[in-house]
């Protein structure tokens, strides 16, 4: 139903929202399953609407992404599940070499479009349970944080998955430099006004994991370039 509204061509302001503010593609729109709740007298309404799939792909919950800047909060899930058990996007994952974590919704599904195998972190905090689900797919991570500015806080909420990550066996790294100023708020908006920089990071992230790994064959972070 929510998918269906998105595609009619009948809400054009979803559908500049999606394409024009956040750059995001139809293709990736169809393979996130996004749509688009016009009943304004619903808890999604006015909002695009994706589902959270465990890695089984089973849907455990619905959430949406307000249009407009006066509609609050900016994001909203459906209540009555623990969304701290579950990784946004990790129904899409494939064996790789490393994945890419991220905090919002919008910032996996724009680098899942770049090219890299990503996920989101459900909330602030990740659970020693949700991030051993990573290896299912792969048992090296980089955390990608989101600017400083606005959020000051944003690279120490970051920097407190690495230990939960390496508690459960998954190898995580941070970049030495996300940012090259404070002009990007977060992966998503880096990845459309400087996706050089994003892509170098990542890259460097990736090679040090490579180092750490040594005499290993199986990690190899060409698999992941763009």
């Known amino acids: ?64 992404r307000s249009v407009s800047p006066d509609l609050n909060p900016k994001v ?3 209540p ?12 899409l994952l494939i064996r790789c070499p490393f994945v890419v974590i991220v905090e919002g919704q919008f910032d996996a599904m724009t680098l899942d479009q770049c090219g890299y195998p990503c996920v ?5 905090d990740l659970s020693p349970l949700a991030a051993a689900t990573l290896l299912i797919w792969t048992d090296a991570a980089v955390v990608y944080p989101d600017n400083t500015v606005p959020d000051e806080k944003a ?4 920097l407190a998955w690495l230990p939960v990550l390496e508690s459960v ?11 090259p100023d404070a002009t990007c708020a977060d992966p998503d908006d880096l990845a459309q006004k400087n996706h050089g920089w994003l892509r170098d990071q990542i890259m460097e992230c990736g090679k040090r994991l490579h180092s750490g790994r040594a005499g290993d064959d199986g990690l190899n972070i060409e698999e992941v370039s763009v």
């Open 1 to 64: 139903e929510y998918a269906a509204a998105l595609h009619s061509g009948e809400y054009p302001e979803a559908q500049r929202y999606l394409h024009e503010v956040r750059g995001i593609t139809h293709s990736t729109a169809r393979r996130w399953e996004l749509g688009y709740c016009a009943d304004e007298f619903t808890a999604l309404g006015g909002r695009i609407t994706f589902p959270t799939r465990d890695f089984s792909r089973r849907i455990v919950s619905m959430g949406g």
């Open 76 to 78: 909203y899930y459906l």
């Open 80 to 91: 009555g599940w623990r969304k701290k058990r579950y990784l946004f996007g990790s129904h």
């Open 120 to 124: 989101a972190v459900m909330g602030s």
């Open 155 to 158: 690279f120490t909420k970051a």
């Open 169 to 179: 066996g998954v190898q995580a790294v941070f970049p030495n430099r996300p940012y």
